[in-house]
């Protein structure tokens, strides 16, 4: 296998990664949040920044790498419209996720310290729940719309 191909499989499974993680770290959150089990919410919580630390975050940095260069690569200007659409979704995917991996991070801390002090969760707690999720819905969004533009390559503009 050349390098170029290696790089796409590995471009290919890194994205499967971010975004299978993403879903499913958040899939679970969600309804571990709505179950008002407060070991389940811990639990989950402390998982879900397991996950962001060692799959999601090594795949958010290598995406863009392993995709510029493959880009680069086969002959597409990183001016080519539908790379740029690419690339601004990524973007915005990315200023939804900073914040959510905070507040995932503060929702851990704090089921875990509620968890052990055999207390309620705080009122924040919601507050951020309500936060990350709402931040959750255009990321993933975004990661779709990528997606596509990667199948598809649509000729966008110019």
Same mark, same amino acid.
């Given at each position: 296998?050349?390098?170029? +191909? ?10 499967? /990664? ?7 770290? *958040? ?30 975050? &090594? ?9 510029? $260069? +493959? ?5 597409? &200007? $990183? ?6 659409? *690419? ?7 990315? /200023?939804? $996720?900073? &914040?959510?991996?905070?507040?995932? $991070? ?16 705080? &009122? ?31 000729? +966008?503009?110019?």
């Amino acid at each position: 296998m050349n390098l170029y +191909l290696l790089l796409k499989t590995l471009h290919i499974i890194s994205s499967v /990664l971010m975004v299978g993680t993403g879903f499913g770290s *958040a899939f679970y959150f969600f309804f571990a949040n709505r179950s008002g089990q407060l070991a389940a919410q811990a639990v989950v919580a402390r998982l879900v920044v397991r996950a962001d630390t060692w799959f999601t975050t &090594p795949a958010v940095i290598f995406q863009p790498l392993s995709g510029l $260069w +493959l880009a680069a690569q086969a002959g597409w &200007p $990183w001016s080519t419209p539908w790379i740029v659409a *690419a690339l601004a979704l990524y973007a915005l995917a990315g /200023l939804c $996720w900073l &914040p959510v991996v905070w507040l995932q $991070w503060r929702m851990a801390r704090m089921a875990a310290q509620a968890l052990e002090d055999r207390s309620s969760l705080p &009122p924040l707690y919601g507050t951020y729940a309500r936060r990350w999720e709402a931040l959750g819905y255009p990321a993933f969004i975004a990661m779709l719309l990528v997606f596509w533009l990667m199948v598809n390559k649509p000729i +966008l503009w110019g």
